[in-house]
């Protein structure tokens, strides 16, 4: 068989969990599976691994904070000191809302640059392969199939007894 994918719908999420799960015990190498909402237990079902996203946003909040009170230290106190009303150069308490602002700002840029570099989004010069009807009331399944060792017949009747309502091959985009 040429590379490519067997996509099988489902029309419920309890079929394709099923199918997910029967999948990997099986050995079958699971391409993704598409759902018109998020479904508790797919990841797991997948055998994907927890996120690493939470460490970013963490990593990207600590530099944000460390980098606004430093530089407020630095205009406030060491670049341009100026003597207002006997306050002191370095006032912590002024410093934590600009400092709050700006964790939040690097936090959220990011995750998302970390999310757009993971999952590769990107501008492209053609079109993505579209699943009919699975991002509105559907739910698809789909198995890699490439490898000497993979049954297509084998796999289809797999996603079938999981309660699929149709199975189909599609070939491998560029």
């Not at 068989?1 to 029967?22: K, P």
């Amino acid at each position: 068989m040429t590379s490519g994918l067997l996509v099988a719908y489902f029309e419920d999420e309890n079929g394709l969990l099923r199918a997910a799960r029967e999948a990997r015990a099986a050995g079958l190498k699971i391409h993704d599976a598409y759902t018109p909402y998020a479904v508790h237990g797919l990841d797991a079902a997948m055998g994907q691994r927890p996120s690493r996203l939470p460490w970013v946003t963490l990593l990207c909040g600590l530099t944000g904070t460390l980098l606004a009170f430093w530089f407020q230290r630095w205009t406030s106190a060491v670049s341009w000191p100026i003597n207002v009303g006997g306050k002191p150069a370095h006032s912590f308490p002024a410093f934590i809302p600009v400092a709050f602002e700006f964790t939040v700002l690097l936090a959220a840029l990011g995750t998302v640059a970390a999310l757009f570099i993971r999952v590769g989004l990107r501008p492209r010069v053609g079109l993505p392969r579209v699943l009919p009807r699975v991002t509105n009331d559907r739910f698809a399944l789909a198995l890699c199939t490439d490898g000497e060792d993979f049954n297509g017949a084998a796999a289809a009747e797999l996603c079938r007894n999981a309660g699929a309502c149709e199975v189909s091959a599609v070939e491998e985009a560029p």
